[in-house]
């Protein structure tokens, strides 16, 4: 089993639709949480960095963490074609970072 | 400013070669890691620097991997008789320091490796 799972899609919704994304993962020692973005061909960008369980908004982003049931979601309201990107879960302990196989998103104009 | 850079872009080599990757960091980036990623998967952590030292190596494929990197600046992955299965884009981040707890990493435009 991998240390954090995601659906890796393709996720297609319609310009201005919210998005969910989400993962699950195993080990209940984590404690960090990112999200990352990656157009095709270019490296990952960090898009949010969250702490424990909560909500971080930024945006029409929302990431949010439920360590109850070690579920982390990234939400994207009023979505955007440039949004059309891999989106990327992570989680990070001791000085390694686990990545979820990415979720392809395509936004249709 | 520069970002993190990344070279060669693509390299294709012969199954049994050796291929050495380049990776420049953000100057003054204290922190250094590499990640495998193939079609379809998501990131593989590889190995992390903090200066010159990787403390741990656990995360290479096999024997065949290696890398090291000098004067805390640039550093060099090395696959020695390549296997197909090695086939993969080979990224590379930085960090200001050691993460205490995750957060920003700078990645590169990684190198496409394709062994045939």
């Known amino acids: 089993q991998k240390e954090v799972e995601q659906d890796p899609g393709p996720l297609s919704v319609p310009e201005g639709a919210i998005v969910s994304l989400n993962c699950t993962y195993s080990?209940?020692?984590?404690?960090?949480f990112m999200w990352y973005r990656q157009y095709s061909r270019k490296g990952p960008e960090l898009l949010m960095y969250t702490y424990s369980s909560g909500n971080k908004e930024d945006g029409r982003f929302t990431a949010q963490v439920d360590k109850s049931s070690k579920y982390i979601s990234l939400f994207i309201r009023d979505s955007q074609p440039s949004d059309s990107a891999t989106y990327l879960c992570a989680s990070y302990n001791f000085n390694k970072f686990y990545f979820g196989s990415g979720t392809k998103l395509n936004v249709k104009p | 400013g520069a970002g993190v850079s990344q070279s060669p872009s693509n390299k294709v080599t012969e199954k049994g070669k050796d291929v050495e990757l380049r990776c420049d960091p953000i100057s003054g980036h204290t922190a250094l890691y590499w990640y495998r990623q193939s079609l379809g998967q998501g990131l593989e952590f590889l190995i992390y620097?903090?200066?010159?030292?990787?403390?741990?190596k656990s995360g290479l494929p096999s024997d065949r991997f290696s890398a090291e990197r000098t004067g805390g600046s640039v550093s060099t992955l090395t696959i020695q008789r390549t296997q197909q299965e090695d086939s993969a884009v080979y990224l590379c981040a930085s960090s200001p320091s050691l993460l205490a707890g995750g957060g920003t990493q700078y990645f590169g435009p990684g190198t496409r490796l394709l062994v045939l």
């Open positions: 620097f903090q200066g010159n030292s990787a403390p741990d």
């Open positions: 080990n209940s020692a984590f404690q960090y």
